[in-house]
């Protein structure tokens, strides 16, 4: 996990190394100055010495000077270097994010990620920061500080080594307590975030059932637990404070009373007890910080190892090592596929064995759950077979490269999502280079140009973000467009015009049809009526195909076929997820 984690700081790491070294200039000169300070005292203002008071005077002036100014560049680098850590690590997350298949993506919650780039990656770079500057300075002003003490008076610095060890052995119990309530503070933000994101995505269909109570509710409980494990984390790091101000005054009376004996005696001076009363602060308020870093390594080793295992995942597919980067056609080929959506999970496809010629038109139907679009993710390879090989035109998809088959196989998904930023900029996701007119063209074919040539700024209308501001079914005529316009060998429609009225459906399907030569469309959908004209349809059941044939003979061979059709011309409402309309 380190290791990952600092091999994010690359172009910062000379910023990072300078850190530390200014850190250490800035304490050894605060370190010096109340020794100074001593010398102020006895040499000068005791003796009566001006001259001495303006020489030990300016050397104090002198030194705080070097001292803010080593902090200066101290906090100055350590911010250029943290902060450049935390953009490297969101740019490195969210850059392997988008190598992830369908199947490493269901290993993490999108709330999850979301607080892994967002609350995590702070975590890192606050940690990451005190790393470089306080873990430093708090051992260094503790261990010079000591030094002094030492070096000034051994037996009245034994006070100070009694203090550490009462003050050390209460923040140990204290931060191994908190520790692990920080570790389960994260899995709250996780649940916090989720519901968070379920609300704003979903909040037209709240609204609409009047749940605004429920989701507070949901929110309410959510926020609450988090509360009431902070509040326990941070009750116990309060203690801090009281638990050192008990040692700190402790100090500071030992100190009192045995150094004005000590006084008395001849063997300590005034400007050296002043010393030691501010070397004490030093040495206490060092310790201090150190628990803090603690708590705060503690708290970002949980977000580190989280940030870690999203740049360490390796994907599941990947290329080979000499992929084909050529699709020769649009054939279509599932040899004995059988696909679970985890290793020893229940099988979403079982012996699938269905031959599609280029060119074909291919009607797909089945209920809820029968596996429709787990058999279509295949042909793209967003997930691999777990059994049997997949090819397109002939090739099993896992020879070539993944860019080159996506380019070839253009699939609209079920949930239609278009981008913020111009309908032009959506429609040339499909392509990046090209035309206005062949945009415009690929909208014709989709019957995306009727509305589109009615928005006040046409094709450069703006689109908000998800596409709020355009109906559902002009969404999934625009994602069909910027299907349409990578020119693929395959199309495939998951669903993807259930948003639009019958006729309008079958214009897009008859328009497709005569426009795009040689194109193997594959047409996901609950409507008879989108796909009886295809050449042939199949028919799915519980993972399995059951039938695949053309619309007649599904008729004369197929119950379950028969059943939905009569059921559909005959005005009855179809559903698709009963036992008996299957049975």
């Given at each position: 996990m380190v290791r990952t984690l600092l091999r994010q700081v690359k172009q910062y790491k000379t910023a990072a190394l300078l850190t530390p070294v200014w850190t250490t200039a800035e304490v050894i000169m605060g370190v010096l100055i109340p020794y100074v300070t001593a010398s102020l005292i006895d040499k000068g203002i005791n003796a009566g010495n001006m001259p001495e008071v303006f020489r030990y005077g300016g050397i104090m002036l002198l030194m705080a000077f070097f001292s803010t100014l080593f902090g200066i560049l101290s906090a100055r680098f350590g911010a250029y270097s943290s902060t450049g850590l935390a953009a490297n690590l969101r740019e490195a997350m969210y850059r392997n994010i988008q190598r992830f298949s369908f199947s490493d993506i269901d290993k993490y919650s999108t709330a999850g990620l979301v607080t892994r780039m967002t609350t995590d990656v702070s975590n890192i770079q606050g940690a990451f920061q005190m790393l470089l500057r306080i873990s430093f300075r708090a051992p260094l002003n503790l261990i010079f500080s000591l030094f002094m003490c030492f070096f000034i008076n051994p037996k009245l610095s034994l006070v100070f080594l009694i203090a550490m060890l009462i003050l050390g052995t209460c923040l140990f119990l204290l931060i191994s307590r908190a520790a692990k309530l920080f570790v389960q503070i994260f899995e709250k933000y996780d649940k916090l975030n989720g519901v968070i994101?379920?609300?704003?995505?979903?909040?037209?269909v709240v609204k609409a059932f009047v749940r605004e109570e429920h989701e507070l509710s949901k929110f309410d409980k959510a926020a609450l637990a988090l509360y009431n494990l902070n509040v326990k984390a941070e009750s116990l790091m309060a203690l801090n404070h009281p638990v050192m101000n008990l040692v700190v005054y402790g100090c500071i009376i030992a100190l009192s009373w045995f150094g004005a004996h000590f006084i008395v005696g001849g063997t300590l001076t005034t400007g050296q007890l002043t010393s030691l009363f501010t070397y004490i602060m030093t040495v206490m308020s060092s310790l201090m910080m150190l628990s803090m870093i603690f708590v705060q390594l503690t708290q970002s080793a949980a977000s580190g190892k989280r940030i870690a295992d999203v740049i360490d995942e390796e994907p599941d597919m990947f290329d080979p090592e000499e992929p084909l980067q050529v699709v020769e056609d649009g054939s279509i080929d599932f040899d004995h596929v059988s696909f679970a959506y985890s290793e020893g999970g229940d099988y979403a496809l079982e012996d699938v064995d269905i031959h599609i010629k280029p060119g074909e038109t291919i009607g797909l139907i089945g209920g809820t759950g029968s596996g429709k679009s787990s058999l279509v993710f295949l042909i793209p390879r967003l997930y691999d077979a777990s059994d049997g090989t997949v090819k397109v035109g002939g090739v099993d998809v896992r020879k070539y490269g993944m860019e080159a088959l996506r380019s070839q196989v253009s699939m609209v998904l079920q949930k239609s999502t278009l981008f913020s930023g111009t309908i032009l900029d959506n429609l040339r996701w499909g392509r990046e280079d090209a035309t206005e007119e062949e945009c415009i063209e690929a909208c014709r074919q989709a019957c995306a140009d009727e509305f589109i040539?009615?928005?006040p700024d046409g094709y450069n209308t703006y689109i908000d973000q998800g596409g709020t501001n355009v109906s559902g079914g002009q969404r999934q005529r625009i994602c069909i467009a910027r299907a349409l316009l990578k020119k693929p060998k395959v199309l495939i429609l998951d669903d993807s015009t259930s948003a639009v009225d019958t006729a309008t459906d079958a214009h897009i399907r008859q328009a497709i049809s005569s426009h795009v030569e040689g194109l193997t469309k594959i047409i996901i959908s609950q409507r008879i009526l989108s796909i009886k004209d295809a050449d042939r349809i199949i028919v799915m059941d519980d993972g399995k195909v059951v039938a695949f044939d053309s619309h007649e003979k599904l008729l004369e061979t197929?119950?379950?076929?028969?059943?939905?059709?009569?059921?559909?011309?005959?005005?009855?409402?179809?559903?698709?997820?009963k036992k008996e309309v299957a049975a």
């Open positions: 994101q379920e609300n704003v995505s979903g909040i037209r040539e009615q928005m197929c119950t379950i076929y028969k059943d939905i059709y009569e059921m559909q011309t005959s005005g009855a409402e179809a559903d698709f997820d």
